[in-house]
């Protein structure tokens, strides 16, 4: 998983001077968050994930970015 991850495509530097890549990083994934951080992504800010009922039962250590904060 590591190796897939380290070469994941918003992680790599922008390709146009100037380009900006935004990628909403799960902070309950810390593989995800130093992947970032290697790339010298930084913070700029932060969402919060909320849930009706309990949180999905799914796999967070295979999660590096979240598509979209309009699931609901």
Do not use: Q, W, Y
Not at 2 to 26: F, M, N, Q
Not at 33 to 59: C, N, Q, W, Y
């Amino acid at each position: 998983m590591k190796a897939a991850a380290s070469s994941c495509a918003p992680c790599r530097p922008a390709s146009t001077p100037g380009e900006v890549i935004v990628l909403d990083v799960p902070e309950t994934n810390p593989a995800a968050v130093a992947l970032a951080e290697r790339h010298g992504m930084t913070s700029v800010f932060e969402t919060a994930r909320m849930f009706t009922k309990d949180a999905p039962a799914i796999a967070v250590d295979r999660v590096f970015g979240v598509t979209s904060f309009e699931l609901g």
